[in-house]
């Protein structure tokens, strides 16, 4: 019994640590280290919600997805410029409303593939991204 509270508490612990860092880090962070630690949570949220999936925990897997959905909607596509962004602004946000619709797929229907198709999108684009930042630093 002491085990399993005292398991509780540094989980807790760790869960507060976490979130401290994530804090400071985006405190800290440019707009572009911002963009990539949206990339980030949404790619860490797709692969907690595809562990779920395997497992068969419906409640966690849905929370995960919506979360990697939230931080496309809300954050990746929500950030975008139009206005200044043109035509690749234009295809980012078509490209983002194409992994949410991935993922609520996935949701739905179980479908791991629509997972992993969403994952490796996020994937290409985070990688440009972050290609840019390094051209940009140099």
């Given at each position: 019994?002491?085990?399993?509270?005292?398991?509780a508490?540094?989980?807790?612990?760790?869960?507060?640590?976490?979130?401290?860092?994530v804090e400071s880090?985006?405190?800290?962070?440019?707009?572009?280290q911002?963009?990539?630690?949206?990339?980030?949570?949404?790619?860490?949220?797709?692969r907690?919600?595809?562990?779920?999936?395997q497992?068969?925990?419906?409640?966690e897997?849905?929370?995960?997805i919506?979360?990697?959905?939230d931080?496309?909607n809300?954050?990746?596509?929500?950030?975008?410029?139009r206005?200044?962004?043109?035509?690749?602004?234009?295809?980012?946000?078509?490209?983002?409303n194409?992994i949410?619709?991935?993922?609520?797929n996935?949701n739905?229907?179980?479908?791991?593939?629509?997972?992993d198709e969403?994952?490796?999108l996020?994937?290409?684009i985070?990688?440009?991204?972050?290609?840019?930042?390094?051209?940009?630093?140099?």
């Amino acid at each position: 019994m002491t085990y399993s509270r005292g398991a509780a508490t540094y989980g807790r612990g760790a869960n507060a640590y976490a979130r401290v860092g994530v804090e400071s880090g985006v405190m800290s962070a440019d707009p572009h280290q911002l963009i990539v630690m949206l990339f980030d949570g949404a790619q860490a949220a797709i692969r907690a919600g595809r562990i779920h999936m395997q497992a068969g925990n419906a409640a966690e897997k849905g929370r995960s997805i919506s979360k990697a959905l939230d931080i496309v909607n809300n954050g990746l596509a929500a950030a975008l410029d139009r206005e200044q962004g043109g035509e690749i602004a234009e295809q980012l946000a078509s490209l983002y409303n194409y992994i949410a619709r991935l993922l609520l797929n996935a949701n739905l229907r179980n479908d791991e593939a629509s997972l992993d198709e969403a994952e490796r999108l996020l994937d290409d684009i985070a990688s440009a991204w972050r290609e840019i930042g390094q051209q940009q630093s140099a």
